[in-house]
């Protein structure tokens, strides 16, 4: 969508006046899954979808948000944010405002509308890309009053704070980060222990393969509870070894030592999560590496077994995600499917050799109705840049 169009939605809502406009996308996770929480690294990439947020302030301190699939608008005063957790639409833009004016950002009255083209709940971190187009929009304004400087990182963790500690879902910071510090056709290798990273080159479009997302479109649901619950059941695993495997986190602790020091988890659910964190963890590294030259037959490899490990031992894919990898993977020209983002429903994503793409899609929605009774959607993910401002004549 055109700059043009994304300021035309916002002056039917809010009349006329002057705009800004800023995007953040959503991203897919190549490999890396469920180790963010527990300081492991991940290998996500930002996408081309995204959340767009058209704002422009007010002078009276009221918060207007609307958006362009939904009648209607949500208001709230700037100075008392802290109710609106558990509003049907919006509690994750009140959720940043709140947290950035907590921590100092000049957040003033203003009139927001968004516009989404990640398709929600759909494991893509739709929720992500709204905090961070918010976080974007509120200290952009912030800053030209202040004179300071963006920190993306900063709004990364902002955007985290706010899903943590205002929406209550635990989650880790690789959406948030992949939304904010994307990089156009390239993944990011995040260290989420210590927010080290570098970014790798994706060149599956020179080797005529690519990245297709594949949407169960099975809607998912409690998985905020479900998702915090993974986390505890890693935290109980992490207790029993801490002390005698000398680690910090979970993820820090190599394969060798898991075999050593996993006795000592007692509960065998825990140690089942524990197994998936420590050799996921594992994977990431070694795909980075293979991610580097290109290598996307043994990169194929890893997707699976990563896969398989998210069913078995952490036990978040659940009958659709598991039907439509199975599926993907059944395939002539595919070197490996994996489910994407939290679980449960959700995204799978496939590396696909670019002859095959269309029988792959064709088919696979067939097996796929066939066993879930659900209609699949396909995405051929191109890599994007992460948040940023949208100037008068671009496209959005
Ligand atoms: C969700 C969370 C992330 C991460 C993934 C699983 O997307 O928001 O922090 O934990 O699940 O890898």
């Known amino acids: ?9 916002f002056l039917k ?16 996770n190549l490999i890396g899954e469920h180790t963010d929480h527990q300081g492991g690294y991940v290998l996500p990439c930002a996408l081309h979808m995204r959340s767009a947020c058209v704002v422009r302030p007010r002078d009276d301190g009221r918060l207007r948000i609307a958006a362009s699939d939904l009648p209607g608008m949500v208001e709230a005063d700037v100075s008392d944010l802290a109710g609106y957790a558990n509003i049907p639409w919006g509690a994750y833009q009140i959720g940043v405002a709140h947290i950035m004016r907590q921590r100092g950002y000049h957040v003033s009255g203003m009139d927001m509308l968004f516009d989404e083209t990640v398709p929600h709940g759909s494991g893509l971190s739709s929720s992500a890309a709204i905090e961070v187009a918010t976080a974007i929009a509120i200290a952009t304004l912030s800053a030209e009053c202040a004179g300071t400087e ?87 695993a992490f207790r029993a070894v801490q002390e005698k495997a000398g680690i910090q986190y979970l993820a820090q602790m190599t394969p060798g030592a898991f075999e050593e020091y996993k006795s000592m988890i007692e509960d065998p659910i825990a140690l089942k999560r524990a197994r998936h964190v420590v050799y996921e963890n594992d994977r990431t590294v070694h795909a980075c590496e293979l991610l580097e030259k290109s290598d996307f037959v043994a990169f194929g490899a890893l997707m699976d077994r990563s896969h398989d490990s998210l069913r078995d031992d952490f036990e978040v894919t659940g009958a ?34 670019d002859k095959d793409c269309d029988a792959f899609i064709a088919n696979v929605s067939k097996i796929y109705a066939a066993r879930t009774g659900y209609t699949a959607s396909f995405y051929r993910a191109q890599v994007s840049d992460g948040a940023r401002e949208i100037k008068d004549t671009q496209d959005a």
């Open 13 to 28: 809502r809010f009349g006329p006046g002057p705009t800004r406009a800023f995007i953040a996308p959503a991203r897919v």
């Open 150 to 236: 963006i920190d993306l990182l900063e709004l990364a963790l902002i955007a985290q704070s706010a899903e943590n500690d205002y929406v209550g879902m635990n989650c880790g910071i690789m959406d948030q980060f992949a939304s904010a510090m994307g990089k156009k056709n390239h993944a990011i290798f995040l260290r989420c222990a210590d927010l080290s990273y570098r970014y790798v080159p994706v060149k599956w479009v020179e080797q005529s393969v690519a990245l297709m997302i594949c949407n169960t479109n099975k809607p998912r649901s409690l998985i905020e509870s479900a998702y915090n619950k993974r986390r505890e059941e890693c935290d109980t």
């Open 320 to 353: 659709e995600l598991d039907a439509m990898v199975d599926a993907a993977r059944a395939q002539k020209g595919v070197l490996g499917a994996r489910m994407t983002g939290a679980g449960f429903g959700g995204c799978a994503v496939a590396l696909v050799k």
């Open 1 to 9: 969508m055109e700059r043009k169009q994304l300021n035309d939605l």
